[in-house]
Nanobody, 114 residues
Framework: QVQLVESGGGWVRPGGSLTLLCSAS????????MGWYRQHPGKRRELVAI???????YYEDSVKGRFTISRDTAMTTMTLQMNALKPEDTAVYYC????????WGQGTQVIVSS
């Protein structure tokens, strides 16, 4: 099983930006459709952004135009650039495969609050 590690979360004021980073123990970013998910307190985990092996992307409506998913050229990490953050973006963020998810990592907490 591939191990996934998320980092880069923290506290930010509304309108601010954060960059989340996903690292994997294996070379999965170039071969699989990968996604960033988030889980609000008491809610189910939801998929917010996807990047496919051909670099096509998809975004959930609430983050479209504000979040950008990407992979580095060496395909060793995946990022989620989050701009114009809103309080409703507060959640624990996870990365994982979309079609065949691995075990979930610990996630990284994002808090958007004034």
């Amino acid at each position: 099983q591939v191990q996934l590690v998320e980092s880069g979360g923290g506290w930010v004021r509304p309108g601010g930006s954060l960059t989340l980073l996903c690292s994997a123990s294996g070379s999965i970013f170039s071969s699989y459709t990968m996604g960033w998910y988030r889980q609000h307190p008491g809610k189910r985990r939801e998929l917010v952004a996807i990047v496919s092996p051909d670099d096509s992307t998809y975004y959930e409506d609430s983050v479209k135009g504000r979040f950008t998913i990407s992979r580095d050229t060496a395909m060793t990490t995946m990022t989620l650039q989050m701009n114009a953050l809103k309080p409703e973006d507060t959640a624990v963020y996870y990365c994982n495969g979309v079609d065949s998810p691995s075990d979930w990592g610990q996630g990284t907490q994002v808090i958007v609050s004034s």
